[in-house]
């Protein structure tokens, strides 16, 4: 079982309905929205620290420069997987995935793939570190070791 998220307004609002963009002309589209509403976003790796502050508008059309083309890198398939929002139309809230490296991003696996960066509206928090579970080593591993 995956341990909790964080109780906040952030990891309350990660763990919400996302909708997939599937086609690439609904993802091109999407770039365009988000291109036309550069106020209030966070950029966030949800393995790093977390920002403070919103991204300078300024600086935005180079990071979503810089999304395109992570996602588009995994455009050999007739579609993207790599891309959630919250809201098509008003996003308050983007999951974007690295094409090379999905896992189950649904949690089915049992192990959490975190996207490769948000956007989001709202402040960002860390998420803690994970506490290191042992590797069971199985049967036959301990087997070995006691015979060693």
Request: glycine share 4%; proline share 11%.
């Amino acid at each position: 079982m995956l341990p909790p998220l964080p109780d906040t307004d952030f990891w309350q609002a990660y763990q919400r309905d996302f909708q997939g963009l599937l086609h690439w002309p609904d993802v091109e589209a999407f770039w365009q929205l988000l291109a036309a509403t550069p106020q209030g976003w966070y950029l966030f790796d949800p393995t790093s620290t977390a920002p403070d502050t919103p991204i300078d508008t300024k600086q935005f059309p180079a990071i979503l420069t810089e999304i395109k083309t992570l996602i588009h890198s995994g455009r050999k398939t007739s579609h993207c997987f790599a891309l959630f929002t919250d809201d098509r139309l008003s996003p308050n809230f983007v999951k974007i995935f690295d094409p090379a490296n999905l896992g189950a991003t649904c949690g089915s696996s049992g192990t959490r793939t975190l996207p490769h960066w948000t956007l989001s509206r709202t402040q960002p928090d860390t998420l803690p570190q994970e506490p290191v579970t042992p590797v069971n080593s199985g049967f036959f591993n301990r087997l070995v070791k006691r015979t060693a």
